[in-house]
């Protein structure tokens, strides 16, 4: 029998690995089973949070380049994101009990701004420490895909992405890095998402369930 509990969930990967779309999935599989749950995402995921995104996201795209921001600037806007988005919605659900499924977390930081932009790792584990106090994911999926299909994917996509600024090799390295994260930890799931289909999102309701013990 399902008993009500704090859960949080955490949908990781590249650009165009089909996260947004199975996180999506999951949050309507366990809301048909009536269970308290909310689907969010990073960078964002509460009002200001997502100004912040907006900030970051509309950065990439600016034609001067001699204006972006600086790494550690980027690094700060998606902490500050994230720390309003655990305290004013993650934590509080957790508190209430609900099961959270968030379009990427702290695993998206340490791929994008440590490993594959060279960002100190100390500098963004001291803030984590201060910032999530205890709030770590139950269960966390790495979906992986092939360049071909995420390469795909992004072309149908209406809005802009920043494939286009980035070579395709960062995105290989930001993979790679999601892989080595997920070694040797028993909650991480790695799954292929090349399909993105039913399976797919049948096999990860199937280990939410498992978890859970929704019948
Ligand atoms: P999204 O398009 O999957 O919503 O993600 C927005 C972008 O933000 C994506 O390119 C990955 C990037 N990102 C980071 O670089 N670091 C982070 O900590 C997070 C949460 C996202």
């Known amino acids: 029998m399902y008993k009500k509990k704090p859960f949080f969930i955490v949908f990781e990967g590249v650009e165009g690995c089909g996260k947004s779309y199975q996180s999506n999935k999951l949050f309507n599989n366990l809301k048909k089973k009536k269970i308290d749950v909310?689907?969010?995402?990073?960078?964002?995921?509460?009002?200001?949070?997502?100004?912040?995104?907006?900030?970051?996201?509309?950065?990439?795209?600016?034609?001067?380049?001699?204006?972006?921001f600086d790494k550690y600037t980027d690094t700060l806007l998606y902490l500050a994101a994230r720390n309003e988005?655990?305290?004013?919605?993650?934590?509080?659900?957790?508190l209430k009990k609900k099961i959270?499924?968030?379009?990427?977390?702290?695993?998206?930081?340490?791929?994008?701004?440590v490993h594959g932009k060279?960002?100190?790792?100390?500098?963004?584990?001291?803030?984590?420490?201060?910032?999530?106090?205890?709030?770590?994911?139950?269960?966390?999926?790495?979906?992986?895909?092939?360049?071909?299909?995420?390469?795909?994917?992004?072309?149908k996509r209406k809005t802009k992405n920043r494939y286009d600024n980035f070579a395709q090799s960062f995105y290989t390295k930001v993979q790679k890095s999601?892989?080595?994260?997920?070694?040797?930890?028993?909650?991480?799931?790695?799954?292929?998402?090349?399909l993105n289909d039913k399976s797919l999102e049948n096999k990860i309701f199937n280990i939410v369930n498992?978890?859970?013990?929704?019948?």
Do not use: M, W
């Open 210 to 215: 498992k978890s859970l013990k929704i019948k």
């Open 118 to 155: 060279k960002v100190s790792n100390h500098f963004i584990n001291n803030i984590h420490k201060e910032i999530l106090k205890g709030v770590k994911p139950n269960i966390v999926f790495i979906l992986k895909v092939s360049v071909k299909t995420s390469k795909i994917r992004l072309k």
């Open 38 to 68: 909310i689907l969010t995402r990073e960078p964002g995921g509460t009002k200001s949070a997502e100004l912040i995104r907006n900030l970051i996201l509309k950065d990439y795209f600016l034609k001067n380049n001699k204006e972006k």
């Open 100 to 113: 959270v499924i968030c379009d990427r977390f702290t695993d998206s930081t340490l791929a994008y701004q």
């Open 85 to 94: 988005h655990i305290k004013n919605k993650i934590r509080p659900s957790l």
């Open 178 to 194: 999601f892989l080595k994260l997920a070694k040797n930890k028993k909650n991480y799931y790695i799954l292929d998402s090349s």
